[in-house]
């Protein structure tokens, strides 16, 4: 039955992709890549990593279209046409094609106990996190702290990746922003004239919020993690701002506190890991946190994801903020 | 025999909730015009997910999982109508007229 599922999923994943190539029009191409991560997370999620498909739903199929139609705001909609030959390109996708499939003769049959994937350090990893962390959610373990180096790095790449974008789309004082928006706001007023979402969003609202703390402080005994916190929260703000306008949204949460939120939380992350080496032991090593060893990891768990939230939840705002305020 | 009627029941509710969501899949590619697809494409957010989320809560007993849907079924309620208004008001206001005898030609 889930192999039925599996087939199914990726029969329709090939569709989309071959949607997405062939079709000109760049809205319909970002509608389709939507479907594309949505389709992907359920693909996830049947093969039972429900973090990933989290994580796929709410950047890919949530996040990363609004910002996609933020981009496509500024250029035009349509792709441009192509019409010389590309010999070259076609030889080195058609040459890689043929590798990747070659090499999938190599890669063992799905859930195999005896693949090096599940010989090399995972046994280690579910013996040891009773003992060790004593949380429920084992993915939570190694990736907030036996590979914390590696998350540290990912949001190093978040936080960079925000400095970039701020400063290809230029950073604007506030002062300026809410003039051009307010000016913006007056032509077209956000959704204001839409009663219905105007009316609904706000009910919906706290509830994305609420549900985004959840996913952030229920990640160690279920799917969930500052990753997705991070977007879930971002998402219900980016729907404050999409119904009642660009002003209005940086009203409620000023860019000095978005980027607060970014460098606060990069920060938080790396003192944490600093602090264990003040305190005698690594760097990110929670274990000398609090006196007994298990509650100094749920310790450090808790702030280091808590630093991923702000940092990712931050990062997605001033993007769509740098978007929307050209 | 109460857990035969309950699950006769589910099974009735899942196969409307399938009709109904075919219909929907089957009127969206089929009709003539974009209002006509949405009202199509609608029916699948609104009696699909009543009629399957209901026979799925059937199937779960009276546990947490019941709540959850219950839940996602209030959520979906809420949202499903509203992205429906929310496209066909932003067709209208692009100057989509609905008109009863147009027929779009896709190229």
């Given amino acids: 039955m889930v192999l039925l599922f599996a087939v199914f999923l990726l029969t329709l994943l090939v569709f989309t992709a071959v949607a997405i190539v062939r079709t000109s029009d760049l809205f319909v191409a970002v509608m389709l890549s939507g479907i594309f991560s949505l389709l992907m997370a359920a693909n996830f999620f049947v093969l039972d990593a429900a973090d990933v498909a989290l994580t796929e739903a709410a950047v890919g199929a949530g996040i990363t279209t609004v910002l996609f139609l933020g981009a496509l705001a500024l250029t035009a909609e349509r792709e441009r046409v192509v019409t010389k030959a590309r010999w070259l390109s076609l030889g080195v996708v058609t040459l890689m094609t043929l590798v990747l499939i070659y090499a999938t003769f190599d890669t063992p049959r799905l859930g195999d106990p005896n693949a090096p994937v599940h010989q090399h350090v995972a046994p280690w990893y579910l013996q040891q996190t009773p003992a060790l962390i004593d949380v429920p959610n084992v993915v939570t373990a190694i990736l907030a702290s036996f590979r914390g180096y590696d998350t540290l790095g990912e949001v190093f790449v978040v936080f960079t990746a925000c400095i970039g974008v701020l400063l290809v789309l230029g950073t604007r004082t506030d002062d300026s922003v809410l003039r051009q928006a307010r000016r913006l706001d007056t032509e077209r007023q956000g959704l204001r004239h839409h009663l219905i979402p105007r009316i609904v969003a706000p009910l919906l609202i706290p509830f994305i919020v609420l549900f985004g703390l959840y996913v952030q402080f229920h990640g160690d005994f279920g799917p969930g993690g500052g990753f997705q916190a991070g977007t879930l929260i971002a998402a219900g703000i980016i729907l404050y701002a999409l119904v009642q306008g660009e002003s209005a949204a940086l009203r409620a949460v000023p860019r000095a506190a978005l980027m607060g939120l970014v460098v606060g939380g990069t920060l938080l992350y790396g003192l944490v890991g600093m602090a264990g080496i003040v305190l005698g032991g690594n760097f990110l090593d929670y274990a000398v946190l609090a006196a007994d060893p298990v509650a100094g990891q749920h310790l450090g768990i808790l702030l280091i994801e808590a630093g991923v939230g702000m940092n990712v939840c931050g990062a997605l705002l001033l993007i769509f903020h740098a978007f929307a305020a050209r | ?107």
């Fill in chain 2, 1 to 107: 025999m109460v857990a035969v009627i309950i699950d006769g029941l589910s099974w009735a509710l899942l196969t409307a909730g399938a009709a109904f969501v075919f219909v929907g899949g089957l009127g969206a590619l089929r009709l003539p015009n974009f209002y006509t697809r949405m009202h199509a494409a609608s029916l699948t957010d609104a009696m699909g997910t009543i009629l399957i989320l209901t026979g799925i809560m059937l199937q779960s007993a009276l546990s947490l999982p019941t709540i959850k849907l219950l839940a996602i079924l209030g959520f979906l309620l809420v949202t499903g109508p509203t992205a429906s208004y929310a496209l066909a008001n932003a067709a209208l206001l692009s100057g989509l007229r609905p008109e009863a005898d147009s027929i779009e030609h896709q190229g």
